[in-house]
């Protein structure tokens, strides 16, 4: 039988506690300890920050380095990175340099690795190498949801003309206050640039999946582009994160297209709102909520909807709930390889073995 691996998770937001709840429900795998970034956490008990009911008896600490010395095997690395990108890459190199393989959603740029800068690509895989670590960077969407998914399901066909992967969001779910706002542009006025579709960072985060699914069926992408839509609220409304006043934006919708032949083959698209009566012309979850849809135009059409549900039935949670779980199953396979950087199509999705309740 394998040993027990220690796992330390590196912050408790919403990808955190997701990322608990995993490791404490995947045999083969101990919580070794939290790291907060709020001093006011100090002391907590990760099962009251993972809102769990069952006692864990692991502190919670400020002290990364404290956490580091217990020797984990792993740190599932949650802290955002898209605030604080070069203090979130200085502490995913300590990890590796001290030998604890790390998996993480928080660097779009190592989604694909072979893709990545390459000052990016040298420094992670001389700290893997240096600790004998591996580095595993995916999520939902940028992740699973637009790479392997439908590289596994594109086996169910064949003469494909081309493959469509959707995130279908209400983000009123989405428990995220400054990044609905500030960072996606919900309930700002039509005239700012929302950090995440300004010019040339759809493609450069969305990039990573059109360049996997591609590796994954075999052809070259010959260029990708982007194209971005937004349309106002006709209505001021409230909900769980605030009011959001008409006229700002209420809805986003954008693709990220792969071209193969001449032709846009492989496209991740968003459709997001903070409204669900907001652009009314474009798709819609079919649970109203939130879903990843897979079109694959081929023989057979096929279409695969998939509603994540977490947290009282939050979409959202659910969505960060399956993230975490691809990352976290991952680590006995990473800590077996050998040292270096993996992307979605190395790491297997493994089976839920031992979870099935009985």
């Not at 800068?117 to 637009?146: I, K, Q, Y």
């Amino acid at each position: 039988m394998s040993a027990q691996r220690r796992v330390v998770v590196w912050g408790t937001g919403n990808m955190g506690r997701a990322a608990i709840r995993s490791i404490l429900g995947t045999p083969g795998l101990e919580l070794a300890g939290v790291i907060v970034s709020d001093p006011a956490k100090e002391g907590s008990d990760a099962a009251a920050l993972a809102d769990l009911d069952t006692p864990t008896g692991v502190l919670a600490t400020t002290d990364s380095a404290r956490a580091l010395a217990v020797a984990p095997d792993a740190v599932a690395y949650m802290a955002s990175g898209d605030l604080r990108p070069d203090d979130a890459l200085n502490d995913v190199e300590t990890c590796l340099r001290a030998g604890a393989t790390v998996v993480t959603p928080s660097f779009y740029p190592l989604y694909d690795p072979r893709s990545a800068p390459e000052d990016l690509h040298d420094r992670m895989t001389t700290a893997c190498v240096a600790g004998g670590a591996s580095l595993f960077v995916s999520g939902v969407d940028p992740g699973w949801g637009n790479d392997l998914l439908p590289v596994l399901a594109s086996g169910l066909c064949t003469d494909i003309a081309s493959i469509r992967a959707q995130e279908l969001f209400d983000y009123s779910n989405y428990d995220a206050p400054d990044t609905v706002r500030y960072i996606i542009g919900f309930g700002e006025p039509m005239d700012y640039v929302p950090p995440m579709i300004a010019p040339t960072i759809p493609a450069m985060v969305w990039g990573s999946s059109i360049r996997l699914m591609a590796r994954g069926l075999g052809v070259e992408i010959d260029e990708i582009d982007e194209v971005v839509e937004r349309r106002p609220l006709e209505r001021t409304v409230e909900n769980a994160l605030g009011t959001f006043v008409e006229g700002t934006q209420g809805a986003l919708r954008f693709e990220v297209r792969g071209f193969v032949g001449g032709e846009p083959r492989l496209v991740v698209e968003h459709i997001t709102r903070i409204d669900p009566e907001c652009a009314p012309e474009w798709a819609s979850p079919p649970n109203g909520r939130g879903a990843f849809r897979v079109i694959i135009d081929g023989t057979p059409k096929l279409t695969l909807t998939i509603e994540p549900e977490g947290e009282g039935d939050n979409p959202a949670a659910g969505g960060n709930a399956t993230a975490a779980n691809r990352l976290v199953g991952a680590i006995g396979w990473l800590v077996e390889a050998d040292p270096g950087i993996y992307d979605a199509l190395d790491v297997p999705l493994p089976r839920a073995f031992g979870r099935l309740r009985h």
